[in-house]
């Protein structure tokens, strides 16, 4: 079982719309969690952080977080042709005696004009 | 405050060749993090550093190897060079704090590296 799993996509939605991408990770202890977009040959780009139960907003951006369920979710609302990219989900906890960030493969969302 | 800068930009080397990159992090980050990049295994976690320690290490040969500076800049030098190896490789920084939970990673524009 991979440790952060996210579905490759592509995922694809008409201008206007509202994007969601999810995230699942396997350790219980993962106390931060990230989304970061890639745009093709580009390095990643913060968008959200999330450490709490709940909603957190930001412009278009919401990031979900359920450590019950460990699920970390991304909406973007109003979805543009220049969302088009890969979204990458990161998280974060103590393993071994140190923090380590772990990257999912990432979705990619196709934002359709 | 500037961001995460990585030289070169690109580079082409061949096979058996050694290669050195460079990462400077964000004014007053301590933690650089090397990461490679492939279209088919995502971003993989190579290494951490941390007040010029190695503090994390990921499943990648010896071949690959870094050291961080007293003013925290890092290198990442890879021998031996495979034609596997190309990639894009991603180098991050944080303030590190140890357990911090809101230390975040910001990423540099990347090296892309072509072995032929």
């Known amino acids: 079982q991979k440790e952060v799993e996210q579905n490759s996509g592509p995922l694809s939605v008409p201008e206007g719309a509202i994007a969601s991408l999810n995230c699942t990770y396997s350790d219980r202890v993962s106390q931060s969690f990230f989304w970061y977009r890639q745009y093709s040959g580009k390095s990643p780009e913060l968008i959200m952080s999330?450490?709490?139960?709940g909603d957190k907003e930001d412009g278009r951006f919401t990031a979900q977080l359920n450590k019950a369920s460990q699920y970390v979710s991304l909406l973007i609302r109003d979805s543009q042709p220049s969302d088009s990219a890969t979204y990458l989900c990161?998280?974060?906890?103590?393993?071994?005696?140190?923090?380590?960030?772990?990257f999912g493969t990432g979705t990619r969302l196709k934002v359709l004009a | 405050k500037a961001g995460v800068t990585q030289t070169p930009r690109y580079l082409i080397k061949t096979r058996g060749q050694q290669v050195t990159l460079s990462c400077s992090p964000i004014?007053?980050?301590?933690?650089v993090s090397w990461y490679q990049q492939t279209p088919g295994q995502g971003l993989q976690f190579l290494f951490e550093?941390?007040?010029?320690?190695?503090?994390n290490k990921g499943n990648f040969p010896g071949r690959f190897s870094g050291r961080q500076f007293s003013n925290s800049r890092s290198e990442m030098n890879v021998s031996t060079l495979e034609l596997g190896d190309s990639a894009l490789y991603l180098c991050?920084?944080?303030?590190?704090?140890?357990?911090?939970?809101?230390?975040?990673?910001?990423f540099g524009p990347g090296t892309r590296l072509t072995v032929l």
């Open positions: 550093y941390f007040s010029e320690t190695q503090r």
């Open positions: 999330i450490y709490s139960n």
């Open positions: 990161a998280v974060g906890g103590r393993a071994s005696g140190t923090y380590k960030y772990i």
């Open positions: 004014s007053g980050h301590r933690s």
């Open positions: 991050a920084s944080s303030s590190g704090g140890q357990g911090k939970v809101t230390d975040t990673q910001y």
